[in-house]
């Protein structure tokens, strides 16, 4: 059933008001995921040493990777908690929510004692609160997506929508950034710090505690949006459904099957450029890894996050023009051959280790995984939402989006850890190729979303229709 879009009891956004929604929804994002980004910097760097203090280093590390891959579990949870409400009250009420979940789960981690303080307690608080910030950050994408999309001009959706997706790249080099500037004020070094040093002490704290500061902003500038205009729409027609999720499983089965394996390889390569690869570049060399420092290495992950967020508007502009399946098609076969590549960047025989290591081809190589990552993920945050009906929207492209997470990037660390550790990097690469083959099997699969009517309702879902709607 399709409607015309010019049918309005909510007229469209006017420029200020759509750079107004620009701002909101970007930095929401930017908040949550700094809050997501601060957690898995700490889990290579900080969590082994004060949480997890039993058994030897590998033991340790793969014990704070299992803890970081809880919110991939919790993250469809929270899809389907906020997208609920997101398809029934609407886009704004729900982002509040989701924001301020994470932002409280973010600050007290930052108050919690370590495991010399409160022996078992400390891994198990940090795993509750790690388990509320995938809740957060689950009902958060899809939201912000919305927000920017159904505001979107014609034509423009995909370069409306990656707005959003720049809070990935600006989150995560808030977060690094501010730990390398704690680790430069601590004189921290990785390889030889004990648990008197004061950053272990104190000052790892910092950007859990403060990111409070920037939750109270982004509720700030979240408050002050309107509703959008094909929610709104879609409210007046009568359209709203008692649950979401119930329609979803019966009726759209197929397309979130594959939204979420269209996302698949995104996380993994996410994942594998940032945290699996923050603990090979800076793990001790008689373990398998490069012994890179920590300080270091953080420069060279910044440096090629500039690269992740510099392609996501250009993907956009791309997927506008060619359309989402075709560009992600060339994109996700890219990313299979880069998988197959990983023995020629990062070997410790190509590349050394300790001082030794040669900087200039490790930033190569984070550089072409950021490159790629902005070429894929800028074009997602329009193609899952485009996939679905207005009145399930929220509710199905988050749990597309979050599904993947689990099977993207949950064990994505942890298995990576195990195959470097058992069968060197290259083996890590091959993994990142079996996701992709996944994404393109999936997306060949797909039908293109770049013409869909987004004021759409399912003639299949007219059942599930609130007998109370107008």
Request: with cysteine.
């Amino acid at each position: 059933m399709s409607y015309n879009q010019n049918t309005s009891v909510s007229r469209e956004a006017s420029d200020s008001s759509r750079l107004r929604i620009i701002v909101a929804s970007m930095v929401g994002t930017t908040i949550e995921f700094f809050d997501f980004y601060i957690y898995a910097t700490a889990a290579v760097s900080v969590f082994p040493l004060l949480f997890f203090t039993q058994g030897d280093a590998s033991a340790a590390l793969l014990a704070s990777m299992a803890t970081f891959g809880v919110a991939f579990v919790a993250r469809p949870i929270g899809s389907v908690l906020f997208g609920h409400f997101g398809d029934r009250i609407g886009r704004k009420a729900t982002l509040v929510g989701s924001l301020l979940l994470m932002g409280l789960a973010t600050f007290m981690i930052g108050l919690l004692p370590g495991y010399n303080q409160i022996g078992l307690f400390a891994p198990m608080l940090l795993t509750i609160l790690r388990f509320c910030q995938g809740l957060g950050l689950g009902g958060e994408w899809s939201g912000a997506a919305l927000l920017a999309l159904e505001n979107a001009k014609p034509g423009k959706r995909a370069q409306a929508a990656m707005w959003p997706q720049l809070g990935a790249p600006f989150g995560f080099i808030l977060a690094n950034g501010f730990f390398l500037l704690l680790t430069i004020h601590f004189n921290y070094d990785s390889k030889t710090a004990t648990l008197t040093d004061p950053f272990l002490v104190w000052g790892w704290r910092t950007p859990f505690l403060l990111s409070i500061v920037m939750v109270i902003f982004g509720l700030y500038v979240r408050l002050k949006l309107h509703e959008t205009p094909v929610f709104a729409r879609a409210i007046a027609r009568g359209e709203k459904l008692k649950t979401p999720l119930t329609q979803i499983f019966r009726h759209h089965l197929k397309t979130l099957t594959i939204g979420t394996f269209i996302m698949v390889a995104t996380y993994g390569l996410f994942y594998l450029m940032t945290t699996w690869v923050l603990s090979y570049a800076i793990g001790s060399p008689s373990l398998g890894f490069l012994g890179i420092g920590y300080r270091e290495f953080l420069v060279l992950q910044i440096i090629s996050v500039l690269c992740f967020a510099g392609f996501i508007p250009v993907s956009g502009l791309l997927a506008d023009r060619f359309g989402r399946r075709k560009f992600l098609l060339i994109v996700t076969f890219l990313i299979i051959l880069f998988g197959f590549s990983f023995n020629l960047f990062i070997s410790p025989d190509v590349i050394g280790t300790g001082a030794n290591a040669n900087k200039t081809i490790m930033l190569l190589f984070l550089s072409t995984g950021m490159t790629l990552m902005g070429l894929t993920f800028g074009p997602m945050s329009a193609l899952l939402p485009e996939l679905f009906p207005t009145n399930i929207r929220y509710t199905g492209s988050g749990v597309s989006y979050n599904l993947a997470s689990i099977l993207g990037a949950a064990l994505t660390p942890f298995v990576a850890a195990w195959l470097v550790k058992n069968h060197g990097p290259g083996s890590v690469g091959f993994y990142l190729a079996a996701l992709g083959t996944m994404t393109f099997i999936a997306l060949w699969l797909s039908k293109e979303t770049r013409d869909r009517d987004l004021d759409t309702m399912s003639d299949l879902a007219t059942s599930g229709i609130e007998s109370t709607s107008p």
